[in-house]
């Protein structure tokens, strides 16, 4: 796909840079700035966030969120402990081992889970399945937020969680890939999903928020970011001109972006789940909270809408996941909702022919 070709929504990651994210970084790219982060910009990324969040938080700037995460959960384990996470978090299906790797070894345990939310009944389950020393010892809890299907936590139970881990002695870690579309959905305060309902550490996703490249973790216990520095040099993680992976932050958070960027995904999912709500064959396989929308359909509908040029993965169970970005035309999601409609209606006609 070249970028003159029209939009596809098979991935957030299908998106550009946002204005305000580019913005910055050309005016980061106006003379030079010290190396290593220890530069004007990454300072006032930092600040940015420590107002986002009203708090004193560490912040640490990654390329990617495999690593975010990775590395955010191997700065909470020691090699014998385990990370207990849903059976869809992407730490779990999607980072080819990574956790494990950066932690040297600490063991995930997987939580089944049919709608891929975390509860505290599972977490207490898994944490107490084994106390004795054959078992690796459970000392992290990582939630989705949303989740791998759109599903946003409420701050309710992202504070009965909290309690959970608390009362288990697990610190608890949130995969924020899409944070700013929870906050969007949930219309509350980024503290009050994460340090304020006892999140220990957020990985705060950039590149699908409007950003090229770059996700934050963000501590907001300053005992647990000890060293963090050399963790993320080592792991090939410290970007030696820091400043353009701060800058698209500064130009995100400080023009309120990060917001209206999510809050249009949300708004564009939303809009498709309306407009396919009356069709027979066509039906919403988790509820829209965010900016996902996965599709049960015939297997005639999902051919008929490849033919017509659109393209979405079906890996997660077999359904058509669709995915809105900060750039997202709303001509584009109603010519969508417009062909889903037209091919569903060419899929009924040939059941009645052959009839
Ligand atoms: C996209 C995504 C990530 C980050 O993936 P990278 O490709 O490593 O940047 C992490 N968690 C979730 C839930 C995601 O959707």
Not at 75 to 84: F, K, N, P, R
Not at 119 to 144: E, M
Not at 217 to 231: C, G, M, T
Not at 343 to 352: F, L, P
């Amino acid at each position: 796909m070249t970028t003159t070709q029209p939009q596809q929504f098979a991935s957030d990651n299908y998106a550009g840079i946002c204005p305000e994210a580019f913005a910055a970084m050309a005016e980061a790219n106006a003379g030079s700035a010290t190396a290593y982060g220890a530069d004007g910009w990454t300072q006032r990324a930092t600040d940015a966030f420590r107002d986002l969040f009203d708090t004193a938080c560490d912040v640490f700037f990654v390329f990617n969120g495999t690593a975010a995460n990775s590395l955010a959960l191997a700065a909470l384990c020691q090699s014998y402990h385990s990370v207990i996470c849903s059976s869809s978090a992407h730490v779990e299906t999607d980072e080819c081992g990574a956790p494990e790797f950066f932690s040297n070894g600490s063991k995930l345990l997987v939580a089944p889970s049919s709608d891929g939310k975390l509860t505290p009944d599972a977490v207490r389950r898994l944490a107490t399945s084994r106390s004795d020393i054959h078992f690796p010892k459970s000392r992290v809890v990582t939630i989705t937020q949303p989740t791998e299907t759109g599903l946003v936590y409420t701050v309710a139970e992202i504070e009965a969680i909290a309690a959970t881990c608390r009362s288990l002695d697990l610190k608890l870690h949130m995969d924020g890939a899409r944070f700013a579309h929870a906050c969007a959905a949930l219309g509350c305060a980024p503290a009050d999903i994460t340090w304020r309902a006892g999140v220990d550490v957020l990985c705060f996703g950039g590149t699908k928020n409007g950003m090229g490249v770059g996700e934050a973790i963000v501590f907001f216990d300053p005992a647990l970011s000890v060293d963090f520095d050399y963790r993320c040099k080592q792991a090939g993680q410290l970007a030696s001109k820091m400043r353009f992976l701060a800058a698209p932050w500064v130009g995100l958070l400080e023009s309120g972006a990060w917001l209206r960027n999510a809050a249009h995904g949300n708004a564009c999912a939303a809009r498709l789940a309306a407009a396919l709500a009356n069709l027979p064959d066509v039906r919403l396989m988790v509820p829209v909270e965010a900016n996902a929308v996965f599709l049960d359909a015939p297997a005639a509908v999902l051919d008929g809408l490849r033919a017509r040029g659109w393209q979405f993965y079906t890996f997660i169970g077999g359904g058509a996941r669709f995915m809105f970005a900060w750039d997202a035309a709303i001509e584009r999601v109603d010519a969508l909702a417009a062909d889903l409609r037209a091919v569903c209606q060419r899929a009924d006609r040939e059941v009645m022919a052959a009839a």
